[in-house]
């Protein structure tokens, strides 16, 4: 039996401190995990990447995740590419300040009500690209669930652990997120092996990050896994 | 006073708990009020990703790190991208001090997190006194 899926989004936030706009960057992402979408969204503080181990860096293969950036030098998004995984979607506080050029935050440190205003805007494009990403399609065992009992707006860090299983890619082996859970949703289907491929991989990649030029090594890869798992599941009757 | 001694302060800006906050809003105020001229600030994500503008800053000048929590983050990417740790002080140290100042909210901080900000802001600017004295 399967239950929903509680997934959530990672959220990761310059927060530039010689900026209004990364004050502005930090204060949108915590009206986001606070506010907006409290129940669907965590955060991992981004210098943890460099300063903090294995477990932080793994946090954007763990989650799908937003970068929320001050300005167009896009620390935030670069960071979690270059020591985790491609965020999954970006915003960018001066681009979306563009389309309100009368919100101004006041300072740095005070944003005053336009600036406030602004981090609301921000916001709600934070939570328009959380919602997106959680639309797609997602049903999993729940104990598949990333982080589980981690609460509202807490860091990554916090949370309890995600399981996880090393398996072979292309001959190199890949730590692969809730790959037991993913696997036992589809023990039963009754569908085509290209089909039941496709759709394993799908289910995948929304908790671990695919390079788009190895989808079909990690397709293989996870079938062998699946027709093992299943093979031993017959077995055991 | 010259340039070269101005002092960094830069804050880890941990944003999943108070203390991060904390560590903010203090370092905001030791730089703008209470020691403006004598001091500076970069932003961390920058240092964290190798700008060369802001590696250099850092490098040219003592820094003194604001960290949240006993992980570090501040002092360990500063010491990463080479600068040099004059004073590394802790929002948590800090609380120890006055456990009668329990922060809850994160984004805008409440009293006890105002409070607690501004006593970390003086020993700032305690310690900024403090290295220039020894750099000079």
């Known amino acids: 039996m399967t239950a929903q899926l509680k997934r959530k989004v990672g959220i990761i936030s310059c927060s530039g401190e010689e900026i209004c706009e990364g004050t502005v960057s930090r204060v949108a992402t915590r009206l986001v995990l606070e506010k907006l979408c409290a129940d669907r969204t965590v955060t991992l ?78 916001a709600e494009e934070i939570a328009a690209r959380v919602d997106e990403l959680l639309s797609r399609e997602a049903e999993v065992p729940q104990d598949a669930t990333p982080a589980q009992g981690t609460q509202a707006g807490a860091c990554s860090c916090q949370g309890g652990g995600v399981p996880t299983k090393e398996i072979l890619v292309a001959g190199a082996p890949v730590e692969v997120v809730g790959l037991q859970p993913i696997l036992a949703r589809f023990h039963a289907a009754d569908a085509p092996e290209t089909e039941l491929k496709a759709q394993i991989l799908k289910m995948a990649k929304i908790y671990n990050y695919v390079p788009p030029e190895q989808e079909s090594a990690y397709a293989e890869a996870l079938w062998r896994e699946f027709v093992s798992y299943r093979a031993d599941g017959d077995a055991n009757g | ?27 905001y105020i030791a730089v703008e009020e209470l020691r403006p001229g004598q001091t500076d600030t970069v932003c961390l994500s920058l240092l964290v990703m190798g700008d060369e503008e802001t590696r250099d800053r850092v490098r040219g000048h003592p820094c003194i790190s604001v960290d949240g929590c006993p992980t570090g983050c501040a002092r360990k990417n500063i010491e990463l991208a080479g600068g040099k740790i004059a004073r590394a002080l802790r929002v948590i140290d800090t609380y120890r001090q006055h456990h009668e100042l329990k922060p809850v909210q994160v984004t805008e901080l409440d009293e006890a997190g105002q409070r607690l900000a501004g ?16 750099v000079q």
């Open chain 2, 119 to 134: 006593l970390l802001a003086e020993e700032i600017a305690k310690q900024v006194d403090a290295v220039i004295q020894e």
């Open chain 2, 1 to 27: 006073m010259s340039e070269e001694t101005k002092v960094m302060v830069i804050p880890c800006s941990g944003i999943g708990k108070a203390f991060g906050s904390i560590g903010r809003e203090a370092s």
């Open chain 1, 45 to 122: 503080c981004l210098p943890l990447f460099l300063a903090g181990g294995q477990d932080e860096r793994s946090f954007a293969k763990n989650y799908p995740t937003v970068a929320v950036d001050g300005c167009g030098k896009l620390c935030a998004a670069k960071a979690t590419a270059t020591y985790s995984a491609e965020p999954a979607a970006q915003v960018v506080v001066t681009e979306v300040a563009k389309r309100f050029p009368d919100l101004k935050a006041d300072t740095r440190r005070n944003l005053g009500e336009a600036g406030m205003e602004l981090a609301y805007r921000v």
